[in-house]
């Protein structure tokens, strides 16, 4: 071999390497570091039967694949899957991938979490509403969820709607979990007095939906309707389930979230100022997505002595059909913007004797 082709050969393979230690300290090093200011975070709604055992947590947001793995196994257990800001999150499976959307950024109107990939390690966030309504303000985008039908995705998010200014939901369409197009000429809800936002489908066993989201106006709290077959309209009449009713509360709920299970639908919702340690999460039982619902005396999910205000939760199932709770919180002492985040966290949720366990 020739003296060039050999410095070559050596230039080539120190680049390489020096890549490769570069590469593994960006998407492994790095990241394990900025998850310590979530490690050892716990949240556990109490219970008096024994809580049921761990499982595995799912893929969320890119800690699948090797990387993934060993990311895993360097950070420790726990329930953090993004400690950084990732508000409101939804969860949306497909298979055996998982992908977490949250209220937009100064980047994404629609941020979106991929799962998966053999060399991912974080997660990539992207862009998963590229444009907004004609009728809708830039840069007001909240609590996105997603609900499958067979024709495709639906796409539903708040936003801002002008002349006059109120806070409404709309909904977007795609064949796959990104790409949404919104090409509507009007909001999907949108009161003539106070404002609808939060808004999340529930399915139930029989393949009928519902969209549940919290109003504002002369009708305040959790209401719900049933949706068209292919989940683009609202039909029937409007349900009120839930209303601001105890002190923990503070006057104020919203972010609903529903889930059927053994035979009984549990309505998860947060309450208080989403900006103070007062935030946390309630739930009612209800005998349909359209009620009645009987609360719980709560709160069920509150600040603990490391993560403050936890809220914005949903409930999501994985392969095997058990349920999964996301939430987003503060990190004690960080609450609040622009020095604050709401990071994402996964709980396993359990149904003990008619109660809801998350541990």
């Known amino acids: 071999m020739n003296p060039t082709r050999r410095t070559q050969l050596v230039t080539g393979a120190v680049i390489t390497g020096l890549a490769v230690v570069v590469w593994f300290l ?125 024709g495709g995705f639906v796409l539903y998010y708040a936003t801002t709607a002008q002349n006059p200014e109120r806070q409404c939901i709309s909904r977007g369409v795609s064949a796959k979990p990104t790409g949404f197009v919104d090409d509507s000429t009007a909001p999907l809800v949108c009161p003539g007095h106070g404002g609808a936002i939060d808004a999340s489908p529930v399915v139930t066993p029989d393949g009928r939906a519902y969209l549940l989201w919290k109003q504002y106006g002369a009708t305040d709290g959790i209401v719900a309707q049933e949706l068209s077959a292919d989940g683009l309209n609202l039909i029937g009449p409007t349900q009120v389930l839930l209303e601001a009713d105890q002190g923990w509360e503070g006057g104020l709920i919203e972010g609903p979230s529903m889930a059927a299970a053994d035979g009984r639908y549990y309505l998860f919702y947060s309450a208080n100022d989403w900006a103070t340690p007062n935030y946390a999460i309630g739930y009612a039982v209800c005998d349909s997505p359209l009620g009645p619902c009987t609360k719980a005396p709560g709160p069920w999910i509150a600040s603990t002595d490391k993560a403050e205000g936890p809220g914005g939760q949903e409930v999501f199932t994985d392969e095997q059909g058990q349920f999964w709770l996301v939430l987003h919180a503060w990190v004690r002492g960080k609450v609040g913007y622009p020095h604050g985040a709401r990071n994402l966290f996964v709980l396993q949720l359990d149904f003990v004797n008619g109660t809801p366990v998350a541990t």
């Not at 570091?33 to 595995?56: G, H, K, N, W």
């Not at 060399?119 to 966030?125: I, V």
């Open 26 to 150: 960006a998407v492994i090093v790095v990241p394990v570091f900025e998850d310590r200011a979530c490690a050892d975070i716990e949240f556990r709604a109490p219970v008096d039967a024994q809580p049921p055992s761990q499982r595995e947590r799912p893929p969320i947001g890119g800690t699948g694949g090797i990387t993934g793995e060993l990311r895993e196994a360097l950070r420790g257990g726990g329930p953090v899957v993004y400690c950084s800001d990732l508000a409101d999150p939804y969860i949306l499976r497909v298979g055996d991938s998982y992908d977490a959307y949250s209220t937009n950024t100064e980047d994404f109107h629609v941020p979106v979490l991929t799962s998966g990939g053999l060399l991912s390690a974080r997660g990539d966030r992207s862009e998963a509403l590229a444009q907004l309504p004609g009728w809708a303000i830039p840069g007001k985008v909240w609590a996105p969820s997603v609900l499958a039908r067979p």
